[in-house]
């Protein structure tokens, strides 16, 4: 297959990148590599990758050509990053996507997957959350990620099939890591500083582990879409509070480093929390995560432990917001 990911470069892209290789598709990966690209597999013959922006949709038009299968990923892509600059975070994740999307339709690509996210749904006390729960974004970044979805249900048919994907907050290892997400953070400060910092604690937070969540994703490469077209899919695991995990984290980190880590209680007035269900794609794809959110921290201590991650605090790659301060945009 010919398979085009927007944002590839970043945290789940690169993952996904290289299990799409291993499986002899050919991908472009078209990004403008804010937070890096050393970590691409540039001399692979199946690699193909693409600088630039996704806003400049008439120049992505000629790598749609003979295109299988999109996987929309690139965006500003958490609600700190996104205030940095609100209008360009809304060109870049709102303004051009149908357009994005109309240069796939009109290329004949069969397939458009959009990655959308399951904090769309902002705060409720529901136990569990279904993809028909209303939308109640309560940040920008929420908001225009949602308001992308009815865009590409309105383009989809018999002939351009597609579906979106709400995908849990992501953790464990990626050649390209993100040290801003829950679990992530809190290993990296558990093991790199003996303490974790819990702002709040009793907030409800669904997680995917990285190898699940891009193993789905290459399951849809071969899947046929005609049961799953114009569908939305939560995709999560355990749904765990920030206290709970903080206490995993502090009993799994204190194993590797034989020494007590500390966790510090802080006031939030971070309101997001919810629960997900996830069982419309086990029901329709029969998809069933299997890595819990315990592997995702054993994987990051032993990479700690390796030496994968000496630079967990000093490279602003890993960190969204500081990396894009620091970025002029044209
Ligand atoms: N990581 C999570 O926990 C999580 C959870 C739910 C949904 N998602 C969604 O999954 C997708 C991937 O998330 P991620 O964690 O890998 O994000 P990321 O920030 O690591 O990667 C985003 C990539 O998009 C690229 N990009 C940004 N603006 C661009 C532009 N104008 N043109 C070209 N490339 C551009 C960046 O360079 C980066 O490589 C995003 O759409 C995100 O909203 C992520």
Redesign the pocket.
Known sequence: MKILI?????????VLINKLIKKKHEVYN??????G?THLPFKNKLYHHIN????KVSSLDKYMKNVDIVF???????DP?FELNKKLSK???YD?FENIVLSAKKNKVKKFIY?????VYGISKKPKITENHPLKPITE?NKF?GMCEPILLKHLDDKFKGCI???????GY?T?M?FD?TVNILTNFAYNKNYIKVFGGKQLRPN?H?DDLTNLYVKLVNLNFSKINKQIFNVGYENLSIENIAKKVKRIVSKYKREKILIKFEKSNDKRSYHIDSSKIKKYLNFKPKYTVEKAIHDLCIKFKKGFLNDSFENNNYF?VKKLKKIK?K
Do not use: M, W
């Not at 990655?115 to 904090?119: A, L």
């Open positions: 927007t944002g590839g470069s970043g945290y789940v892209g690169s078209v990004d403008l590599d804010l937070f690209n630039q922006d996704i806003r929309h990923l690139a965006c500003i892509s958490n990053t060109e870049i994740n051009c990655i959308s996210t399951c904090s970044y990620k994907i709400r995908p849990a907050t992501v953790c990626s390209k993100r997400l995917i990285i969204n945009f």
